[in-house]
């Protein structure tokens, strides 16, 4: 037993000072007889909690907490700014579960047309690609512009265990539109391999450009497009590498437009 | 964690507000009435559980079904904020806390049944537990306080707190199975 396993009743009630705690907690990672206590602390005690005398909360205080919870961000859902109902999959309701099936349908839809897309389609017309994070080659001239949003929607997951979360907003500018994606939850991509947006007419892909998460999972990417090219769906895909000009990876994510 | 638990649970996960009103609707009485109980502040107990109910919404803190109850997982989270708080609260040094009036003028608790047979339960068991033992767990547990000052308090020596505390918890533990196995007859 090391000098360090006195502490334990102190960790666990936070009386230590941040020094302890650390050193509490690199000793922790090495005694056993420590973890062993504390689990057995934590089990003992795992009923202790039901023995109050009940106390009525002040009246106001659901609305209260509820409205400073719902200011947080939400766990998963995209916040549309437009009223769109965020994707709420297994909702309780008969007619958010219509919505979402008629989704998913839609997903399935689109998978095997997309995968034949990647097999008969070469590149082709890629508009522009730009991405938060690579210097555009052509300096911009700084210049006022007013932004209009002409669409936003959120992007649905193509296989029910896909946790990611993306919504996709097009806002017009001067000359040409720009395309923002916002994703969340993401995983994180294995070595070489970066998520890679497309943009979809008539079933053949167009790449709109690549973007990776940073560690929270969370990522955000812009890409200048072309109005006039009339894209009917887009799809987010899992790439082996940022060089793809076709859609070789997994979709993950898709939405007609 | 019930079934239902389970359901709320996920759907709360996959950011359905409603889930997280029927949590709220479900658990608040029983958390405040515990932050209550650690805090005696009744706008501090609001506090801690609205950062709880902040965690559970934001998905700080996530819950682990092999982990135990989920009652159980909301609790130990509001005492860890408790702690938390009384930790921030003695860098400030302040001593002003005063008991507010603590009674429900309807101590009943028929809204969460879980928290009503298990209150029935520990309430019976901790009355079977010497006053020494008593006395410990409630310092070390609810009142959240150092080995030094549960030492000073019981008099004992700094260096048998943990020993002390651990047997008062297993005396507890055996206790709260054999009135639920067999209506309290204590088996020795």
């Not at chain 1, 987010?236 to 993950?252: C, H, K, L």
């Not at chain 2, 029927?22 to 502040?41: A, V």
């Not at chain 2, 009652?71 to 806390?97: C, F, G, P, Q, Y």
């Not at chain 2, 000052?149 to 005396?171: F, Q, W, Y």
């Amino acid at each position: 037993m090391s000098d360090k396993c006195t502490h334990l009743i102190d960790y666990v009630n936070g009386q230590l000072t941040d020094t302890e705690t650390k050193e509490f907690e690199a000793h922790f990672k090495t005694c056993s007889t420590c973890e062993e206590e504390l689990n057995e602390i934590r089990a003992l005690t795992d009923d202790l909690g039901f023995d109050v005398d009940p106390v009525e909360p002040p009246p106001e205080m659901k609305e209260r907490i509820l409205s400073a919870a719902f200011a947080e961000k939400a766990p998963v859902e995209s916040q549309s700014s437009d009223g769109k109902k965020p994707i709420a999959v297994g909702s309780t309701t008969n007619k958010q579960e219509q919505h979402i099936q008629k989704r998913k349908k839609k997903a399935n839809w689109l998978i095997p047309a997309m995968a034949a897309a990647l097999f008969l389609s070469l590149i082709g017309n890629i508009y522009t690609v730009s991405q938060l994070g690579e210097p555009d080659d052509v300096a911009i001239e700084p210049s006022i512009t007013v932004d209009s949003l002409v669409q936003r929607l959120n992007l649905q997951p193509a296989a029910e265990t896909i946790p990611f979360q993306a919504t996709a907003s097009f806002v017009n500018k001067d000359h040409y539109q720009q395309l923002v994606v916002e994703a969340e939850q993401l995983s994180q991509p294995e070595d070489t391999q970066v998520y890679q947006v497309w943009l979809l007419k008539d079933g053949e892909p167009y790449r709109a450009g690549t973007f990776t998460p940073a560690e929270d999972g969370s990522g955000i990417s812009t890409f200048d497009i072309d109005p006039e090219m009339g894209y009917d769906t887009i799809a987010i895909t899992i790439e082996p590498d940022e060089t793809s000009e076709t859609p070789e990876g997994d979709i993950v994510l898709v939405e007609e437009l | 964690m019930s079934e239902h638990d389970v359901q709320l649970y996920k759907k709360l996960r996959r950011g359905e507000k409603e889930a997280l009103e029927q949590m709220y609707d479900k658990y608040s009485k029983l958390l405040f009435s515990f932050s209550f109980k650690m805090t005696e502040e009744k706008q501090l107990a609001e506090e801690i559980v609205q950062e709880v109910f902040i965690k559970v919404w934001t998905q700080k803190s996530s819950y682990d079904e092999t982990k135990g109850k989920f009652s159980s997982w909301l609790l130990t989270m509001t005492r860890n904020t408790v702690i938390d708080h009384h930790r921030k609260k003695r860098e400030i040094a302040s001593e002003t806390a005063t008991k507010e009036m603590t009674e429900d003028p309807d101590p009943s608790v028929e809204d969460q049944v879980e928290w009503k047979e298990k209150r029935a339960v520990v309430k019976k068991a901790i009355s079977q537990l010497k006053p020494e033992q008593q006395k410990v767990i409630t310092l070390f547990y609810y009142q959240g306080l150092s080995q030094q000052k549960i030492a000073d308090s019981c008099n004992l020596p700094l260096g048998t707190v943990k020993g002390r505390l651990r047997l008062a918890l297993k005396h507890l533990k055996t206790t709260i199975q054999d009135i639920e196995q067999n209506g309290g007859i204590i088996h020795e």
